[in-house]
Every structure is written in structure tokens, then in C-alpha cells.
């Protein structure tokens, strides 16, 4: 008797996520999980999808995301799973769900409408998600800001011993929940008031559990290479990984320092120690207009605490793209509202801020050559830093991330091949953040699909249109349940809380 699947992706070109380049297969799944790479013609299914000619890759797995109350608020995650994306790494930067008081006070600044439950600690938050799973699988890292702000307010100094052990309880509550790795955001408040010796006296509580650290380092312009190396003493003090999140040079002045970051990383690694990074494919970033404003753009007196890359932006560099109160603003840049409101830029921005609590803002401060030097190093993995502040006009990279990696750049500029793309989308953050039986096509591992054209997909959003889903992305799978068929939402919410495995 034939083997019987619950579904047979028929005749795809199989890019299995571990870089192979791509062969033609019959991938039959049962249950949530992929089953067999080499399903008879003749296997009996209740459902075959027809992949002749297609790409057949692992879900996308987004290593750095802001989605941690987007799973909740807006659960369908239409913005990633149209893209691909079957995992979300939540938990970035700093800003964590746990707490939950201070969890939400930057929850409400994307989210101003959205009604939230209340959870104890991270196994809360994750039980939530059990109880309404969204479409996609979670994976979480603590917030660095969030449990010291919980601990300590935003007070500007190191933390007392007795702090310290507050903060260490929450890393390993965290910890003893699932969570993958512990984040910094060392330009926010109140991150930036840390100390090297506090980030790895928390970090040192990860020793030998494989969870990671991941960090928005203290600063992206001129002081690049200082704050790669901050990173790295933490990891090797620690004795954890480090992933260095979106990197980049930020700001015309330190264009091209990428190329010493990079051998930094590397020299890292010839070390032994796990060093790897994660990027966006775009010479633009986007952040709140509080943290430029904090950094001293546009005033004469210049950055606090030596930050650079922001305090020499140009006001037609920063675009306003989500002011919820004054949806009018969106999309226009500090100068063209400089002449609008008929005051200089630093008066514009504060005035911006102050009117509508929780704005973002689009930055056009990177470089094309260096956006394509982290792409090709093979230490970059792909992750979208998405903000989801919905509606608005947010970065185009949450919805076109992924989509642009294998379109623009490993397609159309070849920078990449096809299977190398995917492997720093799939089988590398796997890999690297510990994520067991996902981003890997192989018999036995949980069933993140994604069926693609790899002649038609590109990512459609622009800064002006961002919300729009990427063409050429036909059926995406999550945990063996299709979330898009012929590029719709089925309304399907077979996502996951991912928990590390203390054995990983
Ligand atoms: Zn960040």
C-alpha cells in the first residue's frame, strides 16, 4: 500500500535550508511535521499543491522583530506571514513583555488602541499564546530596558547590589520560561545608562543554558567599531553568543566602517566565540522620534554622550512615518514640515513629539555599498526590525524584508546565490538562536513552509505605500497547517510560544 500524508507538495524545487543548492522533490507531510523528502507519486494525500516549477523553502524565520504585542493586538500577522515568515524572534532591543507594567508602557506606544491582557512574568506571556496562537511561532528574548526600568525607574546609574539581584531573578524567570536569549538596547532609555560590567554580570546568568546575546549596540555611526567590541567582551565574558542586531553604519560620516566591523566579527570567530549579526535590506532605518531627539539631532550643541550618526542628520533624512494623532504628517519629512509649520528643524521635531506621543520616524542615513557588504558576509542573517504601527506609514521592511533579500539582491543583483539567501533566512537562525526541528527541511523537523517563485517574488512596499505584501509568495505552512493559500490568509492561527530546550 502507498504511504498516506495529510499533504504533498508536489514536484517543488527544494531549498532545504542548510545552503544545498536547490533539487526537485515530493515533500509529503502528517501532522505538523515534515514526514518524507521523496513521497511516491502515487502517496495518497487528502491534499496535494501543485509546486512544479516553484521554490520550496523552510518559513522564514524573522530573528529581529517588535512583534511582541502585534501577536496579540493584530494575531492574523498579516504584515509576515504573506512575506514568508513562520517564526518571530519578539523581544528586541531592549524592550521586552516582562514585566508587564513597564512591558506596556512601550507597548502603548505602537499599539495606543490595542486592549492587553495582563501576565505574570515571560511564562506568562508565552501561556498566553498557547491559549490564542497567533499565525505565526514566537520565540522570545527579555528586554534588558524593560527589566531594569521595572527595577529601577530610569535612573542614570549603575544598580545597587540588591537591584542587580532583582534583575537577575527576572533573567531567570525568563530563562526557566523558554526564553532564548537576553537583549539590549543600549542607545534607549534607560539601557543607555548600563554599564558593560551590569550587561554581562546579567549575561553571565546564561552561561551554558545556549541562550544568546543579542544587542542594539550603543552606537551605529562613528562610534561602530568601539560598540562591536563592547558586544564581543560581553560574549566573552559571558561565555554566550552574541548577535549584533541589524547591523549597519549609520550616518554619512562612518560609511564604509562596516568593512572593520566585519573583520572584527570575523576575528571573533577565528576565536571561537559565536558572533553573528542580522540586517535589513535597506539604506534607510526607522526608530521613535524621542530616541533621535534624545541623541541631539538637529541641535547646534551636538549628541549627548558622544553618539554620532544621529546628531549630523539632515532634516529631508528623517521622515515621519507613524504619528497616530496627526495622521497628516505622515510620510513628510522634518524639512517639508519645517516650511509647513515655519520653524527650524530641532523646533519641528520636539513640537512632533510632543503632539503625538509614540511617533516614528523613517532615517535615510545608510549606504547602499555597505548595506550589500553585510548581506554578503556570511556572518549576516536576515531579520526585518519591523515596527508594526499599524495603520501609518511604517518602514517598508516589515512587510518586504524577506522578499527583497531573494528578489533584489540574490536574484536580480546576484549578490547571493538562491540557497545561500535562504540559509540566512532559515537553517542559520535556526542554528544560531536554537530553534529545534525548524528551519531545516528534513524528515521528522515541524513543517514551516513557504512555496515561492523564485522568478516573481520582490517585495511591492515603498515609503510611501508601505503596506503591501510582496508578490510571488503563494502558500505558506506553519506547524503542518497552511496560513496562506494562492496568496491569501486562510484565517489559520497554528503558531507556537517556542520554548529553548535546556539540551540545545
Ligand atoms: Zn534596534
Redesign the pocket.
Known amino acids: 500500500m502507498a504511504e498516506s500524508f495529510d499533504l504533498v507538495i508536489r514536484s517543488a524545487i527544494l531549498y532545504d535550508g542548510t545552503g544545498a543548492p536547490g533539487r526537485v522533490a515530493n515533500v509529503g507531510l502528517r501532522g505538523d511535521r515534515i514526514a518524507s523528502l521523496s513521497a511516491p507519486a502515487e502517496a495518497r494525500s487528502s491534499a496535494v499543491v501543485n509546486a512544479k516549477g516553484l521554490a520550496l523553502a523552510p518559513g522564514f524565520i524573522d530573528v529581529?522583530t517588535h512583534d511582541d504585542f502585534a501577536v496579540i493586538a493584530r494575531p492574523e500577522m498579516d504584515f509576515k506571514i504573506l512575506g514568508g515568515v513562520t517564526t518571530c524572534v519578539v523581544g528586541?532591543?531592549g524592550m521586552g513583555v516582562a514585566p508587564w507594567r513597564a512591558g506596556m508602557l512601550w507597548a502603548l506606544a505602537i499599539h495606543p488602541q490595542a486592549k492587553l491582557p495582563e501576565w505574570q512574568g515571560y511564562a506568562g506571556y508565552l501561556a498566553h499564546l498557547e491559549r490564542e496562537p497567533p499565525s505565526t511561532n514566537v520565540a522570545v528574548l527579555m528586554g534588558h530596558g524593560t527589566l531594569r526600568l521595572s527595577t529601577m525607574g530610569n535612573a542614570q546609574r549603575a544598580p545597587t547590589l540588591s537591584e542587580l539581584v532583582q534583575m537577575k531573578d527576572i533573567v531567570h524567570e525568563g530563562l526557566d520560561a523558554g526564553a532564548f536569549g537576553l537583549s539590549t538596547?543600549l542607545v534607549y532609555e534607560p539601557g543607555r545608562y548600563a554599564a558593560t560590567d551590569e550587561i554581562v554580570a546579567l549575561a553571565t546568568e546564561m552561561t551554558g543554558t545556549r541562550a544568546l546575546y543579542a544587542t542594539?549596540m550603543r552606537d551605529e555611526g562613528l562610534g561602530l567599531i568601539t560598540s562591536v567590541r563592547e558586544a564581543i567582551e560581553v560574549g566573552r565574558r559571558a561565555g554566550v553568543a552574541v548577535q549584533i542586531?541589524?547591523h549597519k553604519a549609520s550616518g554619512r560620516k562612518a560609511w564604509g566602517l562596516v568593512r572593520q566591523s566585519l573583520a572584527l566579527i570575523e576575528q571573533a570567530q577565528g576565536e571561537g566565540l559565536d558572533v553573528h549579526a542580522d540586517q535589513y535590506p535597506y539604506t534607510a532605518g526607522s526608530?521613535s522620534l524621542a530616541a533621535v531627539l534624545q541623541h541631539g539631532a538637529f541641535s547646534t550643541e551636538g549628541g549627548q554622550q558622544g553618539i554620532s550618526g544621529r546628531e549630523d542628520m539632515e532634516p529631508s533624512e528623517v521622515v515621519i512615518a507613524t504619528a497616530s494623532r496627526h495622521p497628516k504628517w505622515e510620510g513628510r519629512s522634518v524639512a517639508e514640515l519645517m516650511t509647513l509649520l515655519s520653524k527650524p528643524a530641532r523646533e519641528v521635531a520636539e513640537y512632533v513629539a510632543a503632539a503625538s506621543p509614540g511617533v516614528t520616524v523613517v532615517l535615510h542615513t545608510m549606504c547602499e555599498d555597505d548595506v550589500k557588504a553585510v548581506m554578503h558576509h556570511p556572518s549576516t542573517m536576515i531579520g526585518s526590525?519591523g515596527i508594526p504601527a499599524l495603520p501609518g506609514k511604517p518602514h517598508p521592511r516589515l512587510w518586504g524584508t524577506f522578499a527583497r533579500v531573494l528578489g533584489r539582491y540574490a536574484r536580480d543583483l546576484r549578490l547571493l546565490t538562491l540557497e545561500d539567501a535562504v540559509w540566512r533566512m532559515t537553517g542559520l537562525p535556526a542554528r544560531t538562536f536554537g530553534l529545534r526541528d525548524r528551519g531545516l527541511i528534513r524528515e521528522g523537523a515541524f513543517a514551516d513552509l513557504v512555496v515561492f517563485d523564485p522568478a516573481r517574488i520582490l517585495d511591492l512596499g515603498t515609503y510611501e505605500n508601505p503596506n503591501v505584501s510582496p508578490a510571488g509568495i503563494y502558500h505558506v505552512f506553519v506547524n503542518g497547517t497552511q496560513v496562506v493559500r494562492d496568496g491569501q490568509h486562510t484565517g489559520a492561527r497554528p503558531g507556537r510560544p517556542l520554548r529553548r530546550a535546556a539540551d540545545t
Open positions: 529581529h528586541n532591543c538596547g542594539h542586531s541589524h526608530t526590525d
